[in-house]
């Protein structure tokens, strides 16, 4: 059959039009087979004309949707839009239908040029929104929010006709998705009588809507229809009238109506504009999906791109996936399961009135017998199958920035690559791939390229271990092409923007933060910049709060630098500054406190004596000829210790640390606890002083279960508080004893029970000695452990296995 001949079974004369949902599966289909049967000589496609240089890529092997057209200002590259396109959206099918069969396709939509500058103009909420986000067969802007090509006002928020619930109203529905996926997305397609039948339909009832609503609220859609109709005149001057249009069908009775040239060209008229860039990106089904922010109005696209893909036998194929998935999830899903599910289906279609069973039958078929009633299981279904976690892919001839090229080769270095499903990465620094990991991760971080968040490690928690939490998401591409003004190279590209902060920051903690990341990024160019902004402000930062939360940042950076093989001398010699700073101004400034700048302070001092034991050490070890730092930190101690001036939470967190230490024996800290405890004592004051001692994380419970002399004391004065001060001090000791594990409280609730007498004696099977332990080691509870002993030692379980035991019990005594 000739061109001509299949064109003239085309519905009437004139260009074809072609009015779909987009990401409409049955829409696709219906493109795809009206496509087939008209054979147009040119397929002209609602999106931006920039996007017509970028057309060949699609037909790449290595081009795999979901994709999206990203548009971004030159001048600001965060001034962004993206237009997604699912391999079940229509206007991808008809992209890629030209290209199998030789015929030009072009976009015919408002340049992006004016696009990015309507949207600098309003300054949407969100700048990248997208252009698409339809929420019916219009085209109209759906759930992502304001400004998008689709004629959406973002500047202005009128009330807007939604043409799917308009017709669906009128149908007697009133659930407008499902009204659209009975009349529409479940439909055959190719197996239609008639293929242009559809598509003569919706821009029927189209047109009814457009006289009855005129514009529908969307003000912007005559500029863009203008211009869609000047494409459409100059591909028809081109190609004839075998031309075919694939747009959202609102826009239909638009295209149709008769205008003159000069009318369309003076709505164009003093349009803004910005320099814009174009290329592919990869997208991601959760991206797709309303529910995930930035949409594309698209609450299921695994359901949709399932229903699109599958042969025959959709519901079938659909529910033997879901039993799979969870059977990967180790839950009991057998073929009866399936059959049971599938029958159970069309029954609830057939009861509720539907041609077909949809995704909300077949989420109740799931629940009721593959998930036994359980949502659990079924939100697994829906996270993975009904939206997915599919990546799409572009290849490596799509135009990209300088630094994006930098960062693909790099990955493909390290062999790090993008995915949109959450994983966690676990990465050992003493090897040079994981180090080099690490480094693009923190530099990418501080580009402002979240790809990997640093998480908890479930494993060792040493310097040279660390834990990422890694995601890639679409809108990365545009962070990527902001920082693309700092370099063209990660590593360049890095250095420069820690540069430029270092110059800006605002507080002396800001600036240690940024040295650390320069050593954690391995960035020693940046270095020297940051540490003489560094030097200069904390010489004129006199706060010591200031100075304390900038020391622990400081110290950390020293022993990523031994991890990671940079030389830290200098930073090393601001640390010891700013720590005999802080010595010389912590007593003065912890004076005369109230509580809430008190418990602050504590943190500090817990933060800076954590910081001055990694410091003493690197020091000892550099031997910078600073004297003993620990030694002037525990005489600062020792004068907080004993100043009424201080509050009491400092002064009993002071104890506590000499304790821990050993600058204090047990009878020290007991006398001065004693002393605090005494009824001259006002309660809140004596309840600050035990909270500063035994609360926090330091392990004051286990403290207090195992001296009976300490937990006697506290007991003793706790029966002794006033009636009427009691009310006061509960909140504070609640506090400190709510920190404790259930477990030690238990074990103190119990020893109070007891009583002193029961405490001092322990039970019938403890003699007196160390409070809570008996006189003798109990050798029935130590030889349970020796095997295990053993097995870590590497000894053998033969011969020697007696003397080993031997050993072993001797090295524990």
């Not at 791939?433 to 998480?455: K, Q």
Request: net charge negative; with cysteine; glycine share 12%.
């Amino acid at each position: 059959m000739s061109d001509d001949t299949a064109w003239r079974r085309s519905p009437g004369p004139g260009p074809l039009l072609l009015g779909v949902r987009h990401h409409g599966p049955g829409s696709a289909r219906a493109v795809r087979a009206a496509l087939d049967a008209a054979r147009p000589r040119a397929v002209l496609i609602e999106g931006p004309p920039e996007a017509d240089a970028l057309v060949p890529l699609a037909a790449d092997p290595e081009m795999r949707p979901p994709v999206a057209l990203l548009a971004h200002a030159v001048d600001e590259p965060g001034r962004s839009a993206f237009w997604p396109l699912a391999d079940f959206s229509p206007e991808w099918v008809a992209l890629r239908w030209a290209l199998e069969h030789g015929v030009p396709a072009r976009f015919i939509d408002l340049p992006a040029t004016h696009t990015l500058a309507w949207e600098r103009q309003d300054d949407p909420c969100e700048p990248d929104d997208g252009p698409d986000g339809s929420d019916g067969p219009d085209g109209s802007d759906g759930p992502d929010g304001p400004d998008g090509p689709d004629g959406s006002d973002g500047g202005q928020r009128r009330v807007r006709v939604d043409p799917l619930a308009a017709l669906a109203e009128a149908a007697g529905h009133d659930d407008p998705e499902r009204w659209w996926e009975d009349v529409v997305e479940h439909r055959g397609g190719d197996g239609e009588r008639d293929v242009f039948a559809p598509f003569a339909a919706v821009a029927e009832a189209m047109e009814a809507l457009r006289e009855t609503y005129g514009g529908g609220g969307r003000d912007r859609d005559s500029v863009r229809e203008a211009h869609m109709r000047l494409r459409l005149r100059a591909a028809q001057r081109e190609f004839g009238e075998q031309v075919a249009v694939v747009c959202g069908a609102w826009h239909v009775p638009a295209l149709r109506a008769r205008t003159t040239v000069a009318a369309d060209r003076e709505l164009l008229k003093g349009l803004p504009k910005a320099k814009a860039d174009m290329t592919w990106v990869p997208w991601t089904n959760r991206r797709l999906a309303r529910a995930s922010g930035y949409g594309a109005g698209v609450d299921s696209p695994g359901w949709y791109g399932h229903l699109f893909r599958a042969p025959d036998r959709p519901l079938e194929r659909w529910l033997t996936k879901v039993a799979g998935l969870l059977r990967e999830e180790d839950r009991i899903v057998s073929s009866a399961h399936v059959i049971e599910a599938v029958r159970l289906a069309e029954t609830l279609a057939a009861m509720r009135g539907r041609p077909l069973p949809g995704l909300g039958e077949t989420t109740d078929a799931v629940r009721a017998v593959l998930c036994e009633g359980s949502d659990v299981p079924l939100a697994l279904v829906h996270d993975r199958l009904v939206v997915g976690d599919v990546l799409g892919e572009v290849p490596e001839a799509a135009p990209a920035v300088p630094l994006q090229r930098d960062l693909t080769r790099e990955q493909r270095r390290l062999r790090l690559k993008p995915e949109a499903l959450e994983r966690e990465l676990e990465l050992d620094l003493r090897k040079e791939t994981d180090a080099g990991r690490s480094r693009l991760l923190h530099r990418l971080r501080l580009l402002g390229v979240e790809w990997g968040e640093p998480a908890h490690s479930r494993g060792s928690t040493g310097t040279f271990r660390e834990t990422w939490r890694l995601r890639w998401e679409p809108e990365l591409s545009v962070r990527v092409a902001e920082a693309g003004v700092w370099g063209t190279t990660v590593e360049g590209a890095a250095t420069a923007r820690a540069e430029a902060d270092a110059g800006q920051a605002g507080a002396l903690a800001d600036v240690t933060a940024l040295a650390e990341h320069c050593l954690l990024a391995g960035l020693p160019d940046a270095l020297p910049v940051v540490m003489r902004a560094l030097a200069d402000r904390a010489a004129l930062d006199t706060d010591v709060g200031h100075l304390a939360q900038a020391l622990p940042a400081l110290v950390r950076s020293l022993r990523y630098g031994d991890v990671r093989g940079t030389g830290t001398t200098a930073l090393a010699e601001v640390a010891a500054g700013l720590a005999e700073r802080v010595f010389v101004g912590l007593p003065p400034a912890c004076a005369a406190l109230d509580a809430d700048a008190a418990d602050e302070m504590r943190g500090h001092v817990d933060a800076v004596h954590t910081a001055v034991g990694l410091l003493g050490e690197t020091s000892a070890r550099a031997g910078s000829g600073h004297p003993d730092l620990r030694l002037r930190w525990r005489a600062v101690l020792r004068t907080l210790s004993g100043r009424d001036t201080v509050p009491g939470v400092l002064r009993g967190r002071a104890v506590r640390i000499l304790l821990d230490e050993g600058e204090l024996g047990p009878e020290e800290a007991a006398r001065l606890m004693g002393l605090v405890l005494s009824p001259g004592t006002p309660p809140a004051d004596a309840a600050a002083w035990i909270e500063g001692f035994v609360g926090g994380s330091g392990g004051g419970g286990m403290l207090l279960v195992h001296d009976e002399r300490l937990l006697g004391l506290v007991d003793a004065w706790l029966t002794g508080v006033p009636a009427e001060a009691f009310t006061d001090v509960l909140p504070l000791l609640r506090r400190t004893f709510s920190a404790y594990e259930p477990g030690v409280r238990r074990t103190i609730g119990e020893l109070v029970r007891r009583g002193p007498g029961e405490r001092r004696r322990g039970g019938a099977g403890q003699a007196d000695g160390t409070p809570g332990f008996g006189a003798e080691p109990d050798t029935g509870r130590a030889d349970a452990v020796l095997p295990v002993l053993r097995l870590l030692l590497g000894l053998g379980d033969g011969e020697d296995a007696t003397e080993s035991d031997d050993d072993l019990v001797g090295a524990g005594r």
